[in-house]
């Protein structure tokens, strides 16, 4: 286990420091990427341009310039370009938004897709598991936007069943928090639970040939033992640990479209407008926020994976 | 019929739609079994016996399978009997071992909670006694250090070893029947003649009566008091094992049991084979099953010989063929040894 533990960590610094040269070199040669331009606006002369590239540091080389930011996020002083406000508070304030996102959205579409793949497996090619196909494949190609907008259209806008968008924080009202959820959380399970559902019935249709499934009959189990202690728990062990990394993926605010359509103010947003705003700092952080989140998550599925099946070795 | 004996197998067909036409992989089996005993049936792959033995206890799952015929335990009709009627059956009163260990078993458990969960389907019996008695099954065929092993996984065991966990868990319930089918073929030959012998005399110092399913004449020979052969979903031939062995009436088990290496011989070039493959079960003709392989093939052939007693003073023996006894006598015997003579040119 310490072993498993240490070679994480170590995977994960190297993660970092791959993700953040990568990231910083990509607004280092993109067009009109020089953050000078933009804080001195659009009046600026050139001689107040240099004065900024001087003071915030432009002018060094580039590694020297990686090196100070890196240690600026590190000791939590990194600032943005466009606002000059403190990187980290403003990812302190949008990830309540995100990890209610990522938690109550995961939760559902892995409940939905392990229902919808039970009902999908019962009868393969029957009239249950071909509707169901048909929705598995319309939810997963329909773009988050899209689905998104017409909600808040129908659903706020026209009728004012639900609120216009917007993040009500779990600590200021429960009821406003999960009011406020719940489109959010139905447009981006949506998509995952018609993947989900498809993945799991094929899991459980391979699952129902093994031999041990045989065993199992031929012990004299009950069906339901059958199905839920051999069938149900074999084929779920795929899933979980698919649902770790997509979980992990929300959470590290990768629901960009869902949080800006419902505009959560969570940190995907905070990406999407700091991309638009070509401003780095944030961009920096979210991205090795968004790494560690990744790594740490897939360790702990790891260690779950291991727990559920007991052939898969730690340290292997 | 009559509940005579333990198990009866009655005209038994199973068959399976598919896209091509009905395949009959159990074709009229009748055959019984008697609280105790040993019978081996005996078949090459495709020869419906594992489909049959399947078929026993209705674990069959293909959902375009037809069955047909009956199948009593003591007196019981088995065949088209509801799930939960057959639920107590499996593995209480009939107990299957299957071929292989490593997959029979669900790796995501320990193999001491496997056997205690068959007893807890059969016994209310607290899961800690229940495990007890797993460790103590594990004890008795051979397993050591059970109580540690028991904690274990399968994919922890050698196969053999593996393998004794499945004969563990057959006997958790003290069943009337065993079903083994293809128990050892997995397995290492090393271990093979070892793990046969202990079932057998696990069945014998229990009473328990054996149904093992094999291609290997070897086999049946160490452990059966009778035997079964199959080909293509029918039998061709029973008989007591001494009769087949020593007087065998169907050309296919001459073939079967020349194709058997003997160390009490010169070593021939090739071991010998049955020309020609096991024929498709689809849309099976009126004619003899083994015709189109058999080298002694005659105008009767074209005709589905009937499983009867031809043997005079031998009770048990019957067969599906044409041919006379003598005929028979005289054509088995391919250079001083039981065998197949050989179809001559291509074998058509």
């Known amino acids: 286990m310490t072993r498993f533990v240490v070679r994480r960590f170590l995977q994960a610094l190297i993660v970092l420091a791959f993700a953040s040269v990568f990231t910083f070199l990509i607004f280092q040669v993109i067009p009109n990427g020089n953050p000078a331009l933009r804080l001195a606006g659009r009046t600026a002369t050139p001689e107040q341009i240099a004065a900024i590239s001087r003071s915030w540091g432009f002018n060094k080389p580039v590694y020297v310039q990686y090196f100070d930011t890196m240690e600026k996020i590190f000791t939590g002083t990194v600032v943005s370009y466009s606002q000059q406000v403190n990187v980290l508070s403003q990812i302190r304030q949008g990830l309540p938004a995100t990890a209610s996102l990522a938690i109550g959205a995961s939760v559902i579409w892995l409940l939905w897709g392990i229902a919808f793949g039970l009902l999908s497996a019962r009868r393969p090619r029957g009239i249950v598991d071909r509707s169901l196909a048909a929705f598995s494949l319309t939810a997963i190609s329909m773009p988050v936007f899209v689905v998104g907008s017409v909600l808040l259209y129908v659903l706020a806008f026209r009728t004012s069943l639900f609120p216009n968008g917007g993040y009500v924080p779990f600590t200021q009202s429960v009821s406003q928090w999960f009011i406020h959820m719940i489109l959010p959380w139905f447009t981006l399970s949506l998509p995952a639970a018609g993947f989900y559902s498809r993945v799991f019935r094929s899991n459980l249709l391979e699952t129902v040939h093994q031999e041990f499934v045989r065993t199992a009959r031929a012990k004299g189990l009950s069906r339901r033992r059958v199905v839920m202690g051999h069938i149900v728990r074999n084929s779920l062990i795929p899933v979980l640990s698919l649902w770790g990394l997509d979980f992990a993926g929300v959470i590290g605010g990768g629901a960009i479209l869902t949080e800006t359509v419902f505009n959560l103010h969570g940190i995907g947003q905070y990406a999407a407008s700091s991309i638009q705003l070509l401003d780095v700092p944030p961009i920096m952080v979210i991205v090795m926020y968004a790494a560690v989140a990744v790594v740490i998550i897939g360790a702990v599925v790891d260690v779950l994976y291991a727990l559920l099946d007991p052939r898969i070795l730690l340290n292997a | ?348």
């Open chain 2, 1 to 348: 019929m009559s509940a005579d004996h333990l198990l009866e197998v009655d005209d038994l067909r199973v068959s399976f739609a598919t896209e091509e036409g009905v395949v009959r992989a159990v074709d009229g089996v009748s055959f019984y079994l008697d609280a105790g005993e040993a019978l081996a049936i005996v078949g090459e792959s495709g020869s419906g016996k594992s489909a049959m033995s399947l078929t026993l206890m209705g674990l069959t799952r293909d959902t375009n399978a037809t069955f047909n015929g009956h199948v009593y335990f003591e007196g019981s009709e088995l065949v088209g009997a509801s799930e939960s009627a057959l639920r107590h059956i499996r593995g209480r009163e009939i107990a299957m071992i299957f071929q292989d260990p490593m997959s029979a078993l669900n790796p995501v458990y320990r193999v001491g909670e496997q056997i205690a969960e068959q007893i807890r389907a059969h016994e209310r019996i607290s899961k800690r006694k229940a495990g007890e008695r797993a460790i103590e099954l594990m004890t008795r065929v051979g397993i050591p250090q059970a109580r540690e092993r028991a904690g274990a996984y399968p994919h922890e065991f050698s196969g053999g070893m593996r393998q004794r966990v499945m004969i563990a868990m057959a006997f958790s319930c003290s069943p009337r029947v065993l079903i083994a089918d293809e128990p050892t073929t997995a397995l290492d030959v090393t271990v093979q003649a070892q793990i046969l012998a202990e079932m057998r005399e696990l069945c014998r110092e229990s009473g328990v009566a054996l149904i093992l399913v094999t291609h290997d004449f070897g086999i049946v020979a160490e452990v059966a008091e009778r035997a079964l052969v199959m080909y293509a979903g029918q039998i061709v031939e029973q008989a007591t094992v001494e009769e087949l062995f020593e007087d065998p009436q169907h050309p296919y088990t001459w073939g079967l049991l020349g194709s058997v290496p003997r160390l009490d011989r010169p070593r021939s070039a090739r071991l010998p084979t049955i020309g020609g493959s096991t024929p498709s079960l689809l849309n099976q003709g009126s004619s003899c099953r083994f015709a189109p392989r058999c080298p002694h093939v005659f105008g009767r052939c074209e005709d589905v010989p009937p499983l009867a007693l031809q043997v005079p003073g031998q009770h048990e023996h019957r067969d599906r063929c044409w041919l006379s006894v003598e005929e028979k006598r005289s054509f088995r015997v391919v250079e001083g040894a039981i065998g197949l003579a050989s179809q001559g040119g291509s074998g058509s």
